[in-house]
C-alpha cells in the first residue's frame, strides 16, 4: 500500500505553547480525515490569534490531550533536543487465518510527521548604553523580544495549517475506502511520540521504520 508522508514546518516554541501548538495541528489533521459524521467545534487558541476545528467528540480531545501530556514529560527529561511527533492513519487488514490463529495488520496509508524544537525561556538582557547613562530596562528589552517571537511562531503556525489544508486536497488518491463500521467518525489512527530511551529520535524513527516498515509505538 501507497504511504503518503507529509513533513510539517519545524515550530521553534517555548515549553508553555507545546500543549495549544500541539492540540490546534492534531485536531485540524483529525478533522480534515474525519468521514462526515462529525460535529465540527471551533476552538481559539488563548496564546495565538488563531481558529481551528475540532471533531467535537470528547473521547478523540481526550486521547490526543494524553499523547501530548505524554510528549510533554519527554520533553521536561529530554530538554534541547528537537523531536517528533507522527500521527499515523492505517486500515485494519485480516491476516491469512493459520489453524490456530487469526491476525490482523495495520497498513499504514498516511503519515504526518509534527516537529517541533523546544527552546529554553530567553534570558533578559540589561545593561547600560555606551554614548549615554540610559539603564536598558531588561523586563522591557525581554517583553519585546518575547513579542517578536511570539508573532514570529504565529506566522509559522499560520503556514504549518495551510501546509495541511493544501495537502489534503491534493493528496486523495491514496485515502481508503470508508470503513463500513457502525459509528466510525474518523479513520483508524495513532499518534506516536518519542521513547524514554530514544536520544536522537527523528534519526532513531526513520531508521526503525526503514528497516521494519512500521514505527516503534507507546502502549
Same mark, same amino acid.
Given at each position: 500500500?501507497?504511504?503518503?508522508?507529509?513533513?510539517?514546518?519545524?515550530?521553534?516554541?517555548?515549553?508553555?505553547?507545546?500543549?495549544?501548538?500541539?492540540?490546534?495541528?492534531?485536531?485540524?489533521?483529525?478533522?480534515?480525515?474525519?468521514?462526515?459524521?462529525?460535529?465540527?467545534?471551533?476552538?481559539?487558541?488563548?496564546?495565538?490569534?488563531?481558529?481551528? &476545528?475540532?471533531? %467535537?467528540?470528547?473521547? !478523540? #480531545?481526550?486521547?490526543?490531550?494524553?499523547?501530548?501530556?505524554?510528549?510533554? @514529560?519527554?520533553? =521536561?527529561?529530554?530538554?534541547?533536543?528537537?523531536?517528533?511527533?507522527?500521527?499515523?492513519?492505517?486500515?485494519?487488514?485480516?491476516?491469512?487465518?493459520?489453524?490456530?490463529?487469526?491476525?490482523?495488520?495495520?497498513?499504514?496509508?498516511?503519515?504526518?510527521?509534527?516537529?517541533?524544537?523546544?527552546?529554553?525561556?530567553?534570558?533578559?538582557?540589561?545593561?547600560?548604553?555606551?554614548?549615554?547613562?540610559?539603564? &536598558?530596562?531588561? %523586563?522591557?528589552?525581554? !517583553? #519585546?523580544?518575547?513579542?517578536?517571537?511570539?508573532?514570529?511562531?504565529?506566522? @509559522?503556525?499560520? =503556514?504549518?495549517?495551510?501546509?495541511?489544508?493544501?495537502?489534503?486536497?491534493?493528496?486523495?488518491?491514496?485515502?481508503?475506502?470508508?470503513?463500513?463500521?457502525?459509528?466510525?467518525?474518523?479513520?483508524?489512527?495513532?499518534?506516536?511520540?518519542?521513547?524514554?530511551?530514544?536520544?536522537?529520535?527523528?534519526?532513531?524513527?526513520?531508521?526503525?521504520?526503514?528497516?521494519?516498515?512500521?514505527?516503534?509505538?507507546?502502549?
Amino acid at each position: 500500500m501507497n504511504c503518503e508522508v507529509c513533513q510539517l514546518k519545524e515550530l521553534e516554541v517555548e515549553h508553555f505553547e507545546i500543549r495549544e501548538v500541539l492540540r490546534c495541528i492534531l485536531h485540524t489533521i483529525v478533522f480534515h480525515r474525519a468521514l462526515g459524521l462529525v460535529r465540527p467545534k471551533d476552538v481559539d487558541l488563548e496564546l495565538f490569534e488563531i481558529t481551528y &476545528v475540532q471533531c %467535537g467528540d470528547m473521547e !478523540l #480531545e481526550k486521547k490526543i490531550d494524553e499523547k501530548i501530556e505524554q510528549f510533554i @514529560s519527554w520533553v =521536561e527529561k529530554h530538554p534541547n533536543k528537537k523531536s517528533q511527533i507522527i500521527l499515523s492513519f492505517f486500515e485494519v487488514k485480516n491476516k491469512q487465518p493459520s489453524w490456530f490463529t487469526h491476525k490482523t495488520e495495520r497498513l499504514q496509508w498516511e503519515q504526518w510527521y509534527i516537529n517541533l524544537n523546544v527552546a529554553q525561556h530567553p534570558k533578559a538582557h540589561s545593561g547600560k548604553s555606551h554614548n549615554s547613562k540610559v539603564v &536598558v530596562d531588561p %523586563g522591557e528589552s525581554a !517583553l #519585546e523580544e518575547r513579542m517578536a517571537r511570539r508573532a514570529v511562531l504565529e506566522a @509559522s503556525l499560520h =503556514e504549518v495549517l495551510f501546509q495541511i489544508i493544501k495537502f489534503v486536497n491534493e493528496k486523495k488518491d491514496h485515502v481508503p475506502p470508508i470503513p463500513n463500521l457502525e459509528g466510525v467518525v474518523w479513520f483508524p489512527h495513532e499518534i506516536t511520540i518519542p521513547s524514554s530511551s530514544d536520544s536522537a529520535f527523528g534519526m532513531d524513527m526513520i531508521k526503525r521504520m526503514l528497516q521494519t516498515g512500521h514505527p516503534t509505538m507507546l502502549s
